[in-house]
Structures are given as C-alpha cells and as structure tokens.
C-alpha cells in the first residue's frame, strides 16, 4: 500500500491501529526506521517518488485465462518498470518470474519495459534483461 515515500507513516499507523503490528520487538517505530533505511537507495527513491502512475498487486489476466499479479508496476507513459519485491534467497526461478512479467507487459503495449529484483532484507536490486 506504499505508493510514495510520504506514505510509510500514515500506513503504519493503520496496520499499527488495525492490529496488523502488534509484536514489541517489532515497533511502528522500528519497523518505519528500516524502511526509510531501505529507501535511501536512489533508484528505490525514484520507484517510490511522485513521478510514477503506479499499479501495486494488479492481476494481468491472459487470453488463456492465466492470472499473473507483480508486486508493484510504474509508468510514467514513456517508460515501464515492474519491480518484485524478494525477502529471502536469491533464485533463478525470481528472474523467470519478473521475465514473464516483463513480457505481458510489453504484449499489453507498455512502454520500454524493464524489470528489478528488489531483495529487501539484504537491500540488493538486481536489473532482469
């Protein structure tokens, strides 16, 4: 539900209030300090800055029924970037994934596609060709 930067506050507090963060070792606090941590990363600035019409958890449906759902989509009608969002080891199953993301993509008349990992814990971005 983050679309922007500004939005981290406003939605901790609500998972904070809806109960969603409840553990004491894992404060609204803290939890907003890593997160802003995670994004010092200028390209993460960018994905989460103003700039973008973003698409967060959107199912792509094909022709042959298949239902496909990236973490986050951006565009700003010149360019398209589908970013997943990753929490544990890297695999080769990950590019495979954000390739066939990538693909619809582009078979849906978007923009100069281009396709992240982005491992959250470990603050690697890895670019899939």
């Not at 404060?27 to 019409?53: H, I, M, P, Y």
């Not at 042959?64 to 970037?81: K, L, W």
């Not at 993301?101 to 992240?116: C, R, S, T």
Request: hydrophobic share 35%; aromatic share 12%.
């Amino acid at each position: 539900t983050i679309r922007t930067t500004a939005d981290i506050e406003p939605v901790l507090q609500r998972m904070e209030f809806d109960g969603t963060l409840y553990d004491k070792e894992i404060t609204k606090e803290k939890l907003a300090a890593s997160l802003k941590a995670k994004f010092n990363d200028t390209q993460v600035q960018d994905w989460f800055s103003g700039r973008w019409k973003v698409y967060n958890e959107r199912c792509i449906i094909t022709k042959e029924g298949y239902e496909y759902r990236p973490d986050r989509v951006v565009t700003d009608g010149n360019e398209t970037i589908v970013i997943d969002f990753k929490f544990g080891n890297k695999e080769e199953k990950h590019k495979k994934q954000v390739r066939e993301y990538m693909a619809l993509l582009k078979e849906m008349g978007m923009p100069d596609v281009q396709g992240f990992l982005w491992y959250v814990t470990t603050e690697q971005i890895e670019k899939v060709c």
